[in-house]
C-alpha cells in the first residue's frame, strides 16, 4: 500500500505520515525542505504545477498506483487584510488550495482505473467559519472545502474516497509564520494534538466520509457543524443524482 503525504516535514503531515506507516504504508513525504521521514521523500513545492506532475509521474512510474493522497500542505497568513501582502496571499491560494488541485488531477486517472484509492484533504474550520484577519486562509479552505465535496459526489461511482477533514487548532508549527507574533499563545490554548487528525485521517481512509471534523478543545463547533452537515449531505446526494 503506497500513501502520499504532502507538508510531511512537519506538523499535522508528519504526524499523519507516521501513523500511516504504523498501518503498514509505504510512505512518499513530500515538502519544501527535506522531510525526515519517509520510505521516499522529495523536497517539491506543490503550488509549482510542472514539479508536482514530474513528481507524480515518478512515483507513478516506480510504484504504477498510489492507494492514498493525504493533501496537507499548506500554511497561513494573519493579519488585516488591508495590510497582508498579496504576493504571499496568491503564493497562499496556490500552495492550500491549487496544490492540492494538481496532485488530485494527475493522480485521479490510475485510481479511476484501478477503482480503488483515498483522497484525504486537511482542510479547516475555517472554511465555515471565516475568521477575521486570517480571510483569506479561510477563502482558500472554502474553496477546498468545495472542490472536495465535489469530487466526493463525482468520484465515488468509480470506487474513489474522497475526504475532507476539519481540525480547529491544532498544536503544530503553523503559527510560526512570522505574521502570528504575538497571537500564537491564545491559538495554543484551544489546541489539540496533532495526532488527533492523524487517526482522522485513518478514519476517512477506512469510511470514505466526506467530512470529518476534528474540533479544538472546547469541543463545541461539530454540532454547528454537523448540522448544515445533515443539510448538505442532503443536497448532495440529490445534485450528484442530477448532474451524473
Ligand atoms: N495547525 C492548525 O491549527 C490547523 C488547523 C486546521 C487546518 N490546518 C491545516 O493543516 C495543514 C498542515 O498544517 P500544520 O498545522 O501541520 O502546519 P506546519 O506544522 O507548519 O506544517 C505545514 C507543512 O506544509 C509544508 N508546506 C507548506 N507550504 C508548502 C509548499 N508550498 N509546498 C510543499 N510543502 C509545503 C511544510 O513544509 P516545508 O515548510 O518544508 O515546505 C510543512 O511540512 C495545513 O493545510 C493547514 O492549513 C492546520
Not at 520510505?39 to 510542472?50: E, N, P, Q
Not at 485513518?202 to 470529518?212: H, L, N
Amino acid at each position: 500500500m503506497i500513501a502520499i503525504i504532502t507538508g510531511a516535514s512537519k506538523g499535522i503531515g508528519k504526524c499523519t505520515a507516521l501513523k500511516l506507516k504504523n498501518y503498514g504504508y509505504t510512505i512518499v513525504s513530500i515538502s519544501r525542505s527535506e522531510p525526515d521521514f519517509g520510505d521516499i521523500k522529495f523536497k517539491v513545492d506543490v503550488s509549482d504545477k510542472i514539479a508536482v506532475k514530474d513528481i507524480v509521474d515518478k512515483i507513478l512510474g516506480e510504484f504504477s498506483f498510489v492507494d492514498v493522497i493525504v493533501n496537507n500542505a499548506g500554511f497561513g497568513i494573519y493579519g488585516s487584510f488591508k495590510e497582508t501582502s498579496l504576493d504571499e496571499e496568491e503564493y497562499m491560494v496556490r500552495t492550500n488550495f491549487l496544490g492540492t488541485i494538481y496532485f488530485t488531477k494527475f493522480l485521479l486517472p490510475s485510481m479511476i482505473e484501478r477503482k480503488k484509492g483515498n483522497i484525504v484533504n486537511i482542510i479547516s474550520e475555517a472554511a465555515y467559519v471565516s475568521s477575521p484577519k486570517l480571510l483569506v486562509y479561510s477563502a482558500t479552505k472554502a474553496a477546498l472545502a468545495s472542490f472536495t465535496n465535489g469530487l466526493w459526489a463525482e468520484a465515488r461511482k468509480y470506487g474513489v474516497k474522497v475526504s475532507g477533514i476539519y481540525p480547529g487548532p491544532v498544536r503544530t508549527n503553523f503559527t510560526s509564520h512570522p505574521s502570528f507574533n504575538g497571537v500564537k499563545n491564545s491559538f495554543d490554548k484551544f489546541s489539540v494534538e496533532p495526532e488527533k487528525v492523524a487517526n482522522a485521517v485513518i478514519k476517512s481512509i477506512k469510511t470514505g466520509k466526506r467530512e470529518i471534523y476534528v474540533p479544538s478543545r472546547l469541543k463545541i463547533e461539530p454540532y454547528f457543524l454537523k448540522l448544515s452537515n445533515v443539510m448538505q449531505s442532503i443536497t448532495y446526494r440529490i445534485v450528484s443524482k442530477w448532474f451524473s
